[in-house]
């Protein structure tokens, strides 16, 4: 069973940057697409990013547009959040996931339930 573990989160002041990674084991990414979620206190979790299955499609939230690269090492079974430009609305537990989740700008955004294995979730804080 694919299991994730995640690293790269912290405390970053505005404007600074951060590289969340999740390295995975148990099986290969290269059958699922994967999904980056975030979730604010009292808030529900909601999609960040996805990468499809075969990596040619990338989609992101509107709030991150620009600011963000999901990417992902099939060589290292790893995905990647580099996060630039950061600001305090960013502030969240951060999770990687895969599923079978179809990513395309048209079906966009995932649904939680869209997703079966998941990271631990890491924390980011956006704060001077």
């Known amino acids: 069973q694919l299991q994730f573990v995640e690293s790269g989160g912290g405390l970053v002041q505005p404007g600074g940057s951060l590289t969340l990674s999740c390295a995975a084991s148990?099986?290969?990414?290269?059958?699922?697409?994967i999904g980056w979620f975030r979730q604010a206190p009292g808030a529900k979790r909601e999609g960040v990013s996805c990468?499809?299955?075969?990596?040619?499609?990338?989609v992101y939230a509107d709030s991150v547009q620009g600011r963000f690269t999901a990417s992902r090492d099939s060589a290292k079974n790893m995905v990647y959040l580099h996060m630039n430009s950061l600001k305090p609305e960013d502030t969240a537990v951060y999770y990687c996931?895969?599923?079978?989740?179809?990513?395309?700008?048209?079906?966009?955004?995932?649904?939680?339930?869209?997703?079966?294995?998941w990271g631990q979730g890491i924390q980011v804080t956006v704060s001077s």
């Open positions: 996931a895969a599923g079978s989740y179809f990513c395309a700008e048209h079906v966009w955004p995932p649904r939680v339930d869209e997703f079966d294995y």
């Open positions: 148990g099986s290969t990414l290269d059958y699922y697409a």
């Open positions: 990468i499809s299955m075969t990596g040619d499609i990338t």
